[in-house]
């Protein structure tokens, strides 16, 4: 009899895993050019020049990303809510997409244990 009961947790607590997964973003969203807007540390606006902040996205999943002097470029890929990019000889990064819609994206990152949330908008 507890056999049952454990089968019967085990498969409760995966298909309980299951439907909670986060939702696929629509990957065409994210394609395009997008400048910043605001960026949030520790839920505070930050004093930072967030008009030359620069990404952007193609739909071959190549990116580029520049602020102030600094230039990225590589590749990346979405997964969930996950947005995974591997500049060129670099590690992959991961930020999380809070928001995406047509016109906004909102990224929630962490940065040595500080949360970071970056807010752009399309161009």
Do not use: P
Not at 97 to 122: C, F, H, P, Q, W
């Amino acid at each position: 009899m507890r056999r049952i009961y454990f089968f019967s947790f085990i498969l409760i607590a995966f298909l309980f895993n299951n439907c909670t997964t986060e939702e696929d973003l629509d990957e065409t969203l994210l394609h395009g050019k997008w400048q910043g807007a605001d960026w949030l540390i520790e839920g505070k606006s930050a004093n930072l020049d967030v008009k030359s902040i620069a990404f952007e996205f193609d739909q071959d999943a190549n990116y580029s990303a520049k602020y102030a002097a600094q230039l990225e470029k590589g590749s990346y890929r979405l997964s969930g809510r996950k947005l995974y990019t591997t500049a060129e000889g670099d590690q992959e990064k991961v930020v999380k997409i809070i928001y995406l819609s047509t016109d906004s994206l909102k990224m929630d990152m962490n940065r040595a244990g500080r949360n970071e949330v970056m807010v752009l908008v399309k161009q």
